[in-house]
């Protein structure tokens, strides 16, 4: 299923300028029928998958602990 700009935009709750923006930085794949943009739905649910994963992977990474006894050589 292809959607419009306008209609893509509404799906990922951001301004149309964003989405025509993530087009034209070709972050977000697009068909051009002569009238309008047409984007394929199922490349944004791989892509929200893969942001979500990518949280995920970040939250750990801030939430590992600091080790207590950080091993610093003095060379003084």
Do not use: W
């Not at 951001?14 to 034209?24: G, N, R, V």
């Not at 490349?43 to 610093?72: A, G, R």
């Amino acid at each position: 299923m292809y959607l419009t700009i306008k209609e893509a935009a509404e799906y990922l709750s951001m301004s149309e300028q964003a989405m025509e923006k993530l087009i034209q930085q070709k972050k977000v794949r697009a068909l051009f029928d002569g009238e309008q943009y047409l984007v394929y739905k199922e490349q944004f649910n791989t892509h929200l998958k893969q942001l979500e994963k990518y949280k995920f992977l970040v939250e750990e990474v801030l939430n590992e602990p600091i080790p207590e006894d950080i091993d610093v050589k003095d060379e003084d």
